[in-house]
């Protein structure tokens, strides 16, 4: 089956579809992008992708979004097309080509935006049922890091080191010895007292749209999130650590530089967090995560 992908309004054979070498996403990284998981053939969380895609367009200034309701059939369509029942769709909205390379961004821009969708195994995955190895290194990144923009050179760079010193993902860590989040996800431990922590919203981290979602998965269980910051030697002292983000879900961290992560093994709290998150994306635990039932 050829896989379709949609440039600017038309469906075309994804790898018939064509972007201009001037386009200023290629040239500058003037764009912005989401990645929206699909799990039984829906799109999850759609609705709060495209409010985070609008909400980066407006702070970079774009002046104009790509109508939504197309945003949200062109979704459908793909995942529909491609025979998608779990991957991702992604969507990429750059300011555009005008034939030159110009810094200053024109004032009516006329957005590229593409988009297309993947099969990938989101759920059963060895990652979420065996837990990763994650090393930290300097967060090198800009500091408007809350908006989701293709500048992606500092987490390649990471990610590939943290592969080259046989680790599955990275934290990046603040000039205060603080963790940020992950290469491509938002980072979190379980204290020895059972609390579940995250870093506060800022301009440090992205806010991630699955981190939203424990919000309230955890809430309707009258868990509690505390929201601030820690540092890599309290996480290796916690019970648990784990990463959230749309492709990788909820994955259980069990080793961080090369100290083991509470037992070494995914703890009680992250396979709860685990159950809960698939539930809330309509998964039946049972059989399609039963390494993860209680
Ligand atoms: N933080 C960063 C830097 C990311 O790139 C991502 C996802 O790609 C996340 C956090 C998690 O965000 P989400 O849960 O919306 O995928």
């Not at 991630?208 to 890599?232: C, N, P, W, Y």
């Not at 530089?257 to 809330?280: E, K, N």
């Amino acid at each position: 089956m050829t896989r379709q992908a949609w440039v600017n309004g038309v469906y075309v054979a994804a790898e018939e579809a064509k972007i201009s070498p001037f386009d200023r996403g290629f040239l500058f990284s003037d764009s912005v992008y989401e990645v929206t998981a699909v799990y039984n053939g829906q799109p999850i969380d759609m609705e709060r992708h495209l409010d985070r895609l609008e909400r980066s367009l407006k702070e970079l200034k774009f002046g104009t979004l790509p109508d939504r309701k197309e945003l949200a059939q062109v979704h459908r369509k793909l995942i529909a097309d491609n025979g998608i029942s779990e991957g991702f769709v992604y969507t990429q909205v750059s300011r555009g080509a005008y034939g030159e390379r110009d810094f200053i961004a024109p004032d009516k821009p006329r957005l590229t935006v593409f988009l297309f969708a993947d099969s990938k195994p989101l759920l059963d995955v060895p990652a979420a049922r065996e837990g990763i190895k994650v090393v930290s290194l300097p967060d090198i990144r800009w500091g408007r890091r809350d908006i989701k923009a293709t500048g992606l050179l500092a987490p390649v760079l990471a990610k590939t080191e943290a592969k080259a010193r046989g680790a599955d993902d990275v934290w990046l860590v603040g000039g205060d010895g603080l963790v940020t989040e992950a290469g491509s996800a938002n980072a979190w431990i379980v204290t020895r007292q059972g609390e579940v922590v995250t870093r506060a919203l800022s301009h440090a981290i992205l806010p991630g749209i699955t981190r939203h979602a424990l919000f309230d998965a955890l809430s309707q269980q009258g868990m509690k999130i505390v929201e601030r910051s820690f540092s890599v030697e309290e996480a290796q002292s916690a019970a648990e650590a784990f990463n959230t983000s749309a492709v990788a879900l909820v994955a259980p961290i069990v080793e961080l530089d090369g100290m083991p992560v509470g037992s070494g093994a995914p703890g009680p709290v992250t396979r709860q967090i685990q159950r809960l998150y698939y539930q809330a994306i309509g998964a039946d635990v049972a059989k399609a995560a039963p390494w993860a039932k209680g």
